[in-house]
């Protein structure tokens, strides 16, 4: 049923040990080879968003060992030549917005591997290269985790010093925070935020903090500062780096899964994005910075990948290392190294071998040792909102836990809807015509909601440290003013007691933050700015579960003679702990928004160095993603690839309609007949009318006209460079030149002119399935090997061909959506 010839046997084979070994070769995205009209309008209408120095293509560097996966060129009599004998710079390449052929660069990396290793029984130096050669992807990774790990820990303590100076500073010196500030200060333990060295803006501006009039200045400069901090943030991505806004994991989801975007892990983009993080960050918006991480990371990976050659020139490869840098940046943005590997096989990337999963391993060791010896926040942790709870946890707590991940699966699905709603009316109306202009007055709004409530105005990592803390004796926070009884303590433990007038407080305060995170949140992210949904969705989270928990805990003190509380919550013990019910909620709201499930545990414990509490984070985040699911099946990344409309096979949906390969295929039955080339008889001026007059990436090579029979097929890009480089490099090579893709060319007149001989850059071994192959295999085919494009036969004569866009247009139209919204936009 699957491919005739040679081919068949592979290719069965190859399914079913790709499928055990990879789960799949590669979510591809896709250039149209039907229509390459669609990616030529796309490169032109998007080309104020590439760096052209960025990312510089590859047609330099591809040079050595390109002919090998098609075959070497043949030598020819005095009047046939294949000047191909050596690979040309640019044949093999990719062009933007296009997608990589993972076969062959699989293909070609074995070649380069075989030869090094037969090469290194030979000499001396020869074997100190393949030494050097398998211990290159190990330097890398070193190389990887120290940058990401150094820009990570920079990133932390700026944004932590700008975010301090919107309420004041220090004049000790102005570099210090808030919390630095007053280290060396000699005030009590409960006055630590009011040591003398610290002004406000009032005070230093009056001379005095208290009144209406310094309360009005403190606002004022507040809104000032965080407008400021966010024009800058916009400015700098809309001039310098357009591809720095957003969080990135979408693209990098497609990048990883084959498609090229140049200039999006550049070099531009990874400068401009760890300021303008700094910026957006410190602006107070309702964002996170640990999104943008796993971005920034990637940049470093793939800048770093041009020091070595095998990297370098092979992009398949170059993408196992941005699956290592994804695993480098979680682990330094959450201070999770396991997590960081976890998110990365589970979150974004396709392609993930063994080796893959040892080296991000690595790379996620080396960042997080690299930021735990910068020690930006100066108390020993990877993060601002690392807690230990002693107490342990009953079992009947599991049912307000899955009651927090209802919540979370209720709360992403309203936010996934909302937000790429909002966004489709961004796309779609003028208002994406002015991202200053949204980026400023979402600010304003957000800060001047956000000043008068002391829960909005602190940053939103302080917030969730703040709502994951468990009370002690010396807390000083409104969350702790509890009615003390002195006399029931016992050492360190304090036991569940009667809530005070702070704690009330709080609570209402609480509230209001949740309503204001809830709404202000869709409206963020998406905007032109570095902008993260891990922390604002914990946020949500935290503070949910903070007042669920306070609730359960008043419930167990004023009622502890009830059934549910007498077995195992008697007076004066500490039953609840409501910073445990913050870190639940966390979970499922991140859960809920990103439908991660293992990664997310992993990453929440590592955080709080508590492994008795898996089970707790284990129910919420699975009901999470149930209840989510069950509303919508696509996460918050997977929704933004859609919106976009990245090429992207999703490896998780099943496609279960029974069609064939025949009802896909190109042509149709009213489209002109396909564009094929011949083996022998088109001539060079034949072969560039067919290039000039269609816009399509390849075409299929066939003995003849009439008889159909499939040759091979040849890239476009490939044909150009190399008729191009003939005409400017061989004599007697002239429009009607015979183009022969075989070895033994059939025999001329000796007046005629030389024969241009392309056979290797002919794909001899393209990809087949017969007219009556389901779609549900193609599909898989596509999956799996991470297919270009795919011919179909019928009795071993082509009949047409399906591409991934074909494809994904076909799944989309049997799911009732627009077909044609697979476009890369």
Same mark, same amino acid.
Request: net charge positive; with cysteine.
């Given at each position: 049923m699957v491919s005739h010839g040679p081919w068949g046997h592979w290719l069965s084979w190859g399914l079913e040990a790709l499928a055990m070994d990879q789960k799949g070769f590669r979510r591809g995205s896709f250039q149209s080879a039907t229509s390459d009209e669609d990616m030529l309008e796309i490169a032109g209408a998007s080309m104020e968003f590439s760096m052209a120095d960025d990312d510089p293509p590859l047609d330099r560097e591809m040079g050595a060992g390109f002919s090998s996966y098609n075959g070497g060129g043949m030598n020819g009599t005095s009047t046939m030549m294949d000047f191909l004998e050596e690979p040309l710079p640019g044949v093999g390449t990719y062009e933007d917005f296009n997608t990589i052929d993972w076969v062959r660069e699989k293909s070609r990396d074995r070649d380069r591997h075989r030869e090094i290793t037969n090469r290194s029984k030979e000499s001396t130096w020869a074997l100190l290269h393949s030494v050097s050669d398998a211990f290159s992807g190990w330097l890398l990774m070193l190389l990887i985790g120290l940058l990401a790990g150094s820009l990570a820990g920079l990133i932390d303590i700026s944004a932590h010093w700008m975010t301090d100076l919107k309420e004041g500073v220090c004049l000790?010196?102005?570099?210090?925070?808030?919390?630095?500030?007053?280290?060396?200060?000699?005030?009590?333990?409960?006055?630590? =935020?009011?040591?003398?060295?610290?002004?406000?803006?009032?005070?230093?501006?009056?001379?005095?903090?208290?009144?209406?009039?310094?309360?009005?200045?403190?606002?004022?400069?507040?809104?000032?500062?965080?407008?400021?901090?966010?024009?800058?943030?916009?400015?700098?991505?809309?001039?310098? !780096?357009?591809?720095?806004?957003?969080?990135?994991?979408?693209?990098?989801?497609?990048?990883?899964?084959?498609? +090229?975007?140049?200039?999006?892990?550049?070099?531009?983009?990874?400068?401009?994005?760890?300021?303008?993080?700094?910026?957006?960050?410190?602006?107070?918006?309702?964002?996170?910075?640990?999104?943008?991480?796993?971005?920034?990371?990637?940049?470093?990976?793939?800048?770093?990948?041009?020091?070595?050659?095998?990297?370098?020139?092979?992009?398949?490869?170059?993408?196992?290392?941005?699956?290592?840098?994804?695993?480098?940046?979680?682990?330094? !943005?959450?201070?999770?190294?396991?997590?960081?590997?976890?998110?990365?096989?589970?979150?974004?990337?396709?392609?993930?071998?063994?080796?893959?999963?040892?080296?991000?391993?690595?790379?996620?060791?080396? !960042?997080?040792?690299?930021?735990?010896?910068?020690?930006?926040?100066?108390?020993?942790?990877?993060? @601002?909102?690392?807690?230990?709870?002693?107490?342990?946890?009953?079992?009947?707590?599991?049912?307000?836990?899955?009651?927090?991940?209802?919540?979370?699966?209720?709360?992403?699905?309203?936010? +996934?809807?909302?937000?790429?709603?909002?966004?489709?009316?961004?796309?779609?109306?003028?208002?994406?015509?002015?991202?200053?202009?949204?980026?400023?007055?979402?600010?304003?709004?957000?800060?001047?909601?956000?000043?008068?409530?002391?829960?909005?105005?602190?940053?939103?990592?302080?917030?969730?440290?703040?709502?994951?803390?468990?009370?002690?004796?010396?807390?000083?926070s409104k969350l702790c003013e509890y009615v003390n009884d002195f006399n029931s303590t016992k050492g360190d433990d304090l036991p569940d007691r009667a809530a005070g007038p702070g704690v009330y407080t709080a609570m209402w305060q609480l509230a209001l933050a949740l309503i204001m995170k809830v709404f202000i949140t869709i409206f963020t992210f998406g905007m032109k700015v570095p902008s993260g949904l891990f922390i604002p969705s914990m946020a949500v989270g935290a503070i949910a579960g903070r007042l669920l928990g306070v609730a359960v805990e008043q419930l167990a003190f004023y009622h502890h003679d009830w059934a549910i509380f007498s077995g195992w919550c008697s007076p004066g013990a500490d039953c609840i702990t409501p910073g445990l019910y913050a870190m639940v909620g966390a979970a499922a709201c991140l859960g809920g928004v990103t439908r991660m499930t293992v990664s997310l545990v992993v990453i929440m414990f590592e955080l709080t160095g508590g492994l008795e509490y898996i089970v707790p984070l284990m129910a919420a985040a699975m009901t999470?993603?149930?209840?989510?699911?069950?509303?919508?099946?696509?996460?918050?990344?997977? !929704?933004?690839?859609?919106?976009?409309?990245?090429?992207? @096979?999703?490896?998780?949906?099943?496609?279960?309609?029974?069609?064939?390969?025949?009802?896909?295929?190109?042509?149709?039955?009213?489209?002109?007949? @396909?564009?094929?080339?011949?083996?022998?008889?088109?001539?060079?001026?034949?072969?560039?009318?067919?290039?000039?007059?269609?816009?399509?990436?390849?075409?299929?090579?066939?003995?003849?006209?009439?008889?159909?029979?499939?040759?091979?097929?040849?890239?476009?890009?490939?044909?150009?460079?190399?008729?191009?480089?003939?005409?400017?490099?061989?004599?007697?090579?002239?429009?009607?030149?015979?183009?022969?893709?075989? =070895?033994?060319?059939?025999?001329?007149?000796?007046?005629?002119?030389?024969v241009l001989k392309l056979r290797s850059i002919l794909d001899l071994s393209p990809f087949t399935v017969t007219d009556e192959t389901p779609m549900e295999i193609v599909v898989d085919i596509f999956r799996k090997l991470g297919l270009r494009q795919c011919l179909v036969t019928h009795n071993g004569k082509l009949l047409g061909i399906i591409t991934k866009k074909d494809v994904l247009k076909h799944i989309a139209q049997m799911a009732n959506q627009d077909p044609d919204s697979i476009l890369f936009n």
């Open positions: 000790a010196g102005f570099w210090f925070n808030h919390e630095h500030c007053c280290w060396k200060s000699n005030t009590t333990f409960t006055d630590r =935020d009011k040591c003398p060295e610290w002004k406000s803006w009032s005070q230093l501006i009056l001379g005095h903090g208290e009144g209406n009039f310094a309360y009005i200045l403190n606002y004022f400069m507040y809104v000032i500062w965080a407008l400021m901090f966010s024009l800058l943030a916009v400015l700098l991505v809309k001039g310098f !780096a357009p591809y720095a806004c957003g969080s990135g994991i979408p693209e990098i989801k497609t990048i990883l899964s084959g498609f +090229i975007i140049r200039g999006y892990l550049g070099k531009w983009t990874l400068v401009i994005k760890t300021i303008t993080l700094v910026l957006a960050v410190s602006s107070g918006l309702s964002l996170g910075k640990e999104g943008p991480l796993v971005h920034v990371a990637c940049c470093c990976g793939n800048i770093l990948c041009h020091l070595f050659t095998k990297y370098r020139k092979n992009e398949a490869k170059r993408r196992e290392v941005l699956s290592a840098a994804a695993a480098a940046g979680v682990s330094v !943005a959450f201070g999770a190294p396991i997590g960081g590997v976890l998110f990365s096989l589970e979150e974004v990337s396709y392609y993930f071998p063994l080796k893959t999963l040892w080296r991000s391993f690595f790379a996620a060791l080396v !960042a997080a040792f690299t930021l735990r010896s910068i020690n930006p926040f100066g108390n020993s942790r990877l993060v @601002l909102f690392y807690v230990e709870f002693h107490m342990p946890w009953h079992l009947l707590e599991l049912v307000p836990f899955i009651l927090l991940g209802i919540f979370g699966g209720l709360w992403g699905a309203f936010f +996934i809807r909302s937000n790429i709603a909002w966004c489709r009316r961004r796309k779609t109306t003028r208002l994406g015509k002015y991202p200053v202009l949204e980026v400023i007055v979402v600010t304003a709004i957000t800060a001047i909601l956000a000043f008068p409530n002391e829960y909005t105005r602190m940053s939103t990592s302080e917030l969730i440290s703040e709502l994951f803390n468990d009370c002690g004796i010396l807390d000083s999470s993603k149930w209840v989510a699911d069950a509303i919508g099946r696509e996460g918050i990344y997977d !929704a933004h690839i859609r919106l976009n409309g990245y090429p992207f @096979l999703e490896a998780k949906e099943e496609f279960s309609h029974k069609t064939r390969a025949m009802d896909v295929m190109r042509p149709r039955k009213s489209d002109p007949p @396909l564009t094929v080339i011949t083996q022998d008889t088109m001539t060079v001026e034949d072969v560039e009318t067919i290039v000039t007059s269609t816009t399509y990436s390849g075409y299929p090579v066939v003995v003849s006209r009439t008889s159909q029979r499939l040759v091979g097929f040849v890239l476009r890009r490939d044909l150009i460079i190399s008729i191009e480089n003939a005409r400017k490099k061989q004599d007697g090579i002239v429009s009607t030149s015979i183009i022969c893709f075989t =070895d033994y060319c059939p025999p001329l007149p000796p007046s005629s002119p030389s």
